[in-house]
């Protein structure tokens, strides 16, 4: 009597696990197509946004050189004006 109890539960449970194991239906297919097409549009959003920042990257480092450029070619002239003045007031006497 136990064995076809037993028997019974395990047919039962297998019969069970066997309607739960169906695959997915229309609507959840849809979500999946609708979710794996947001997933790609990041993709391509975050691909455009790395090589915008890169671009906007080399730009940034390239207008640093030229306004170091700039500073040292200014600090380079302030010296040579301070030299020109040195060597103007030393021409003068009393």
Known sequence: MNKKIILAAGVSSVLLLAGCASGPDEATKAQMADTDSRVSQLEQDLAAL????????????AAAMQAKEAAMAA???????NERLD?????YTK
């Open 50 to 61: 790395k090589a915008e920042h890169e671009k906007d990257s080399a730009e940034n480092k």
């Open 75 to 81: 600090q380079d002239e302030s010296a040579r004006a």
């Open 87 to 91: 060597n103007v007031a030393q021409s």
